[in-house]
């Protein structure tokens, strides 16, 4: 997998899934449309400007609250490469991972606006602007596979086509 090079956006410890995508918004079917909302109660300007590639760096417990598997869908339809935080809800990491969003257990110091590069395959963070590196326990090589061929359901898919 390459390695993943992004701004930064920093979030606050405990966001909740309510705070990614706000419950009156789930009944939106265009994702475009859905996904104008994302983090809006946080910074209402994220979901205009945050660009292709762009990384989320957030505090603990991040994706907390309820199942809704729109959080991590909203955030990778618009455009964000990854979410670092030092701890994810259990149910937002597998959901995130199932839509070939990586998340990412680590502390990293970096402001908004830095620029950080994630080597999931080798373990590292860089905060390309401080030039500090942080370990992070590396990928194991089918976590990749469902990573790179968009998420579970299209790796199942891709394997079972070569069955």
């Keep these: ?11 606050r410890d405990h966001i909740d899934t309510d705070v990614i995508i706000p419950g009156r918004y789930l009944r939106i079917l265009d994702l475009d449309e859905m996904s104008s909302h994302v983090l809006e109660g946080e910074d209402p300007h994220f979901a205009s400007q945050v ?22 869908v909203a955030l990778k339809h618009l455009g964000v ?27 990293v110091e970096a402001e908004k606006g830095d620029k950080i590069a994630i080597d999931l395959e080798a373990g590292i963070i860089e905060n390309i602007n401080t030039g500090k590196k942080f370990e992070i326990q590396a990928f194991q090589n089918f976590m990749l596979e469902i990573l790179e061929d968009g998420g579970l359901v299209n790796h199942f898919l891709k394997k079972r086509g070569n069955d």
Aim: hydrophobic share 50%; with cysteine; net charge positive.
């Design 1 to 11: 997998m390459k390695v993943l090079k992004g701004q930064v956006w920093t979030f």
């Design 51 to 72: 660009k292709k590639g762009d990384i989320i760096v957030a505090g603990l417990n991040f994706g907390c609250g309820s199942s809704r598997e729109q959080a991590p």
């Design 81 to 107: 490469a990854a979410v670092v935080a030092p701890s994810f809800a259990r149910i937002f990491y597998r959901n995130a991972i199932n839509v070939g969003l990586p998340v990412i257990m680590a502390e």
